[in-house]
Nanobody
Framework: QVQLVESGGGSVQAGGSTRLSCTASGRAFSPYAMAWFRQVPGKEREFVAAISKTGDSTYYEESVLGRFTISRDNAKNTVYLQMNSLKPEDTAVYYC?????????????????????WGQGTQVTVSS
């Protein structure tokens, strides 16, 4: 019943920027942590970033720290991933993910939560 739909992405020059969006429906949005993952063909899906239900706590994969920013607008049921200083190594399919129900209580780090609702993915290609 939970639906996540990504938008944005596309082809970007190295050093450039883009922003991904993910809109959610089918359940209340604000009680759940949200995350972004990415995957390259033939490789394991990789965690990128996560954000708490209120947006006051975030966690990033080391390779994107300082370049990517995850944010959310609960009034719009939307989570974003702002990507700056893009590198060819960032090329991947990016997936929006929602925390499983019921949400874990306050105090459990967003990196350790389980995400079992997924969007369809959106391609980001970074050229040098």
């Amino acid at each position: 019943q939970v639906q996540l739909v990504e938008s944005g992405g596309g082809s970007v020059q190295a050093g450039g920027s883009t922003r991904l969006s993910c809109t959610a429906s089918g359940r209340a949005f604000s009680p759940y942590a949200m995350a972004w993952f990415r995957q390259v063909p033939g490789k394991e899906r990789e965690f990128v970033a996560a954000i708490s239900k209120t947006g006051d706590s975030t966690y990033y994969e080391e390779s994107v720290l300082g370049r990517f920013t995850i944010s959310r607008d609960n009034a719009k049921n939307t989570v974003y991933l702002q990507m700056n200083s893009l590198k060819p190594e960032d090329t991947a399919v990016y997936y929006c993910a929602g925390e499983r129900s019921p949400p874990l209580p306050r105090g459990v780090g967003v990196r350790h939560r389980r995400y079992d609702h997924w969007g369809q993915g959106t391609q980001v290609t970074v050229s040098s």
